[in-house]
């Protein structure tokens, strides 16, 4: 079974950088898109970006130019660049492969908390 784990949380001051990273346990990583989420306390998941399988990325608008979302497949790995934090950004961050026709088969990390205070 495929296994997505995450890494890099911590706690930061406003305008530092983190990187995230999302290790996949499968070969079938550089087959698919992965996707970054987060949850804010006491709101619910949203996506903020995505790589897909040839490399191209969207973002959601509020981290549009602070974060970068990269993969490197020989690693089985992705990656969230994220700077000029805010403490608007303090949220619990998951990957996410959507695997198999359709995507189907949904695969989330457990989870890294980052913290931004002011």
């Known amino acids: 079974q495929v296994q997505l784990v995450e890494s890099g949380g911590g706690s930061v001051q406003a305008g530092e950088s983190l990187r995230l990273s999302c290790t996949a346990s499968?070969?079938?990583?550089?087959?698919?898109?992965i996707n970054w989420y987060r949850q804010p306390p006491g709101k619910q998941r949203e996506f903020i970006a995505t790589v897909s399988e040839d490399g191209s990325t969207k973002y959601d608008d509020s981290v549009k130019g602070r974060f970068t979302i990269s993969r490197d497949n020989a690693k089985n790995t992705a990656y969230l660049q994220m700077n000029n934090l805010k403490p608007e950004d303090t949220a619990v961050y998951y990957c996410?492969?959507?695997?198999?026709?359709?995507?189907?088969?949904?695969?989330w990390g457990q989870g890294t908390q980052v913290t931004v205070s002011s």
């Open positions: 499968a070969s079938t990583f550089g087959m698919y898109a």
């Open positions: 996410n492969q959507n695997l198999g026709p359709k995507g189907i088969v949904k695969i």
